[in-house]
Nanobody
């Protein structure tokens, strides 16, 4: 399995931006489809975005489409999530996840997870 470590979370005002990173190690990063998920207090973990192993195709939750951008740098074994126009309802712990095969919105399909990074958006 691949090991994942997220970073880049923090406190930001509404309307601001953050870029999350997810550093991968262990197995060949470029062979994995990757996803970002988030979990707010008292809520289930929800899909944010996913990207194919090549980076050629991306998928987004409707509520984040146009504000968030997922990308990856396979040479650096790193996944990114650029978050713009942040809202208080974006406050959550953000997790990156990896899976072999195709990218998917299905949380249960992902095999490896990071420990998460906290994002807090103040109003």
């Amino acid at each position: 399995q691949v090991q994942l470590v997220e970073s880049g979370g923090g406190l930001v005002q509404a309307g601001g931006s953050l870029r999350l990173s997810c550093a991968a190690s262990g197995r060949t990063f470029s062979s994995y489809a990757m996803g970002w998920f988030r979990q707010a207090p008292g809520k289930e973990r929800e899909f944010v975005a996913a990207i194919t192993w090549s980076g050629g195709t991306t998928y987004y939750s409707d509520s984040m489409k146009g504000r968030f951008t997922i990308s990856r740098d396979n040479a650096k074994n790193t996944l990114y999530l650029q978050m713009n126009s942040l809202k208080p309802e974006d406050t959550a712990i953000y997790y990156c996840a990896a899976k072999q095969g195709i990218a998917t919105r299905n949380r249960s399909a992902y095999e490896s997870w990071g420990q998460g990074t906290q994002v807090t958006v103040s109003s």
